[in-house]
Each structure stands twice: as structure tokens, then as C-alpha cells.
């Protein structure tokens, strides 16, 4: 038999032929993001999708005066914290305090607060509210107005007191309520903890 003969014959039984290894499926461009490994499996369409991560761990702004604009935060571990910061400027202050109480609002003396959209949610507002000590970062002038929010963060509710004196200037007090209006915010493990993030301007601090 001619070895031309023999090959076709191997070839037609199979003999000592071995299928070739099915070449890699291409990595879908979805996958080949910064950080993943070429080839990394790809989460079918029916799989959920994974849960909202935490907020981030912010802080609130240091002691020293005129502190850097950016992103701050403050986590509540349970019902009752309190945390304030203000932004000091000649001739007027304007405070910011951030709380985990079951009644926002309970020195309003008989005023209703109206309901309002707040950080885009449905939120009760009320100004101006009553004046409380405990309500205050410092020592705010006489005459100071206060507003205060109630901004439910699904099953928990963060009040937010907002004070400024006679002093501050209007676009200080608009900058005041732009800080509010920039609440991220999320429950916070257990007893009614709550974690806000939020975007301050240069100025404010907790000194």
C-alpha cells in the first residue's frame, strides 16, 4: 500500500487523528473593563443584580477654621445623635445640625410644618422654628432664624436645623440650603442609625 494510500485510510477510520481543542470563545467587549482579568465569566442577564453598596465613610469638616469645600459626611450609629458644624463670616454665622430624633420638630409651638421636597424626597419643612439650645452648634446671635426639615431615609427620618443670624448674608444662607439639598442618605445597620453624604463649599468647619 502506497503511503498515500495509508494516510487516506487512517484519515477515513480515525485512527491516531485527534479533534482538534475548540478554540476560546472571545471575552464580550462588556467584560474587558480596567481591572478584570481577560476572560473573567460574565453575569447572565437572568442573575439579579447586586445590591446598592454603602455610602461612603465621610466625615464631617475638621476644627480649624476654613476648612477645604468637598465631599463630607456623618454616620449616626443609633436614634439620638446629634453632629453641627457653621460657616463663620464677618458680621453673620450660618450652623448646619444634622439629627437622628423621633420628632424633628419638637418645639414648633403649635406651627405646621408643610410638606416640601427635600434632597429629592418628600419631606416635611418648617421655618422659622422655634429657637432650642440643644438645636444650636454655637453661640448664634439673638434673632436668629432657624429652619428645620424632616428627610425620611426609607424607615428612619434625619432632622436637619439650618440657623442663621441677622447678619449672614442671603447668599450664604442659599449656599446653606444648597448643602441640604445635597444629602445622599441610607439607613445605618441597627437601633435606627442613619449615613448622609453631602457637598459642602469652603468655609464650614466644627471648631
Known amino acids: 500500500m502506497t503511503r498515500l494510500a495509508a494516510l487516506a485510510l487512517m484519515l477515513a477510520t480515525g485512527c491516531g487523528a485527534t479533534p482538534p481543542e475548540p478554540s476560546?470563545?472571545?471575552?464580550p467587549a462588556a467584560s474587558r473593563l480596567p481591572g478584570m482579568m481577560p476572560n473573567a465569566p460574565v453575569a447572565s442577564p437572568s442573575e439579579p443584580a447586586a445590591?446598592?453598596?454603602?455610602?461612603?465613610?465621610?466625615?464631617?469638616?475638621?476644627?480649624?477654621?476654613?476648612?477645604?469645600?468637598?465631599?463630607?459626611?456623618?454616620?449616626?450609629?443609633?436614634?439620638?445623635k446629634v453632629a453641627g458644624m457653621h460657616n463663620v463670616e464677618l458680621g453673620g454665622?450660618?450652623?448646619?445640625?444634622?439629627?437622628?430624633?423621633?420628632?424633628?420638630?419638637?418645639?414648633a409651638r403649635g406651627a405646621?410644618?408643610?410638606?416640601?421636597?427635600?434632597?429629592?424626597?418628600?419631606?416635611?419643612?418648617?421655618?422659622?422654628?422655634?429657637?432650642?439650645?440643644?438645636?444650636?452648634f454655637g453661640g448664634i446671635a439673638t434673632g436668629a432664624t432657624t429652619a428645620?426639615?424632616?428627610?425620611?431615609?426609607?424607615?428612619?427620618?434625619?432632622?436637619?436645623?439650618?440657623?442663621?443670624?441677622?447678619?449672614?448674608?442671603?447668599?450664604?444662607?442659599?449656599?446653606?440650603?444648597e448643602v441640604v439639598e445635597s444629602i445622599h442618605g441610607q439607613p445605618y445597620r441597627q437601633q435606627g442609625g442613619i449615613r448622609i453624604n453631602f457637598l459642602?463649599?469652603?468655609?464650614?468647619?466644627t471648631g
Open 112 to 136: 405646621e410644618p408643610s410638606a416640601m421636597t427635600v434632597a429629592g424626597v418628600d419631606s416635611l419643612y418648617l421655618e422659622p422654628y422655634a429657637n432650642d439650645e440643644d438645636m444650636h
Open 93 to 107: 454665622e450660618t450652623q448646619l445640625i444634622f439629627a437622628v430624633l423621633g420628632d424633628c420638630f419638637p418645639s
Open 148 to 177: 428645620a426639615y424632616a428627610i425620611p431615609i426609607e424607615d428612619r427620618t434625619l432632622c436637619v436645623y439650618l440657623s442663621w443670624d441677622p447678619e449672614t448674608p442671603p447668599d450664604k444662607v442659599e449656599s446653606a440650603r
Open 24 to 27: 476560546p470563545s472571545p471575552t
Open 200 to 205: 459642602l463649599e469652603r468655609g464650614w468647619d
Open 51 to 80: 445590591s446598592a453598596s454603602m455610602l461612603p465613610h465621610l466625615v464631617m469638616p475638621g476644627t480649624a477654621p476654613n476648612q477645604p469645600g468637598g465631599q463630607y459626611g456623618w454616620t449616626a450609629t443609633a436614634t439620638g
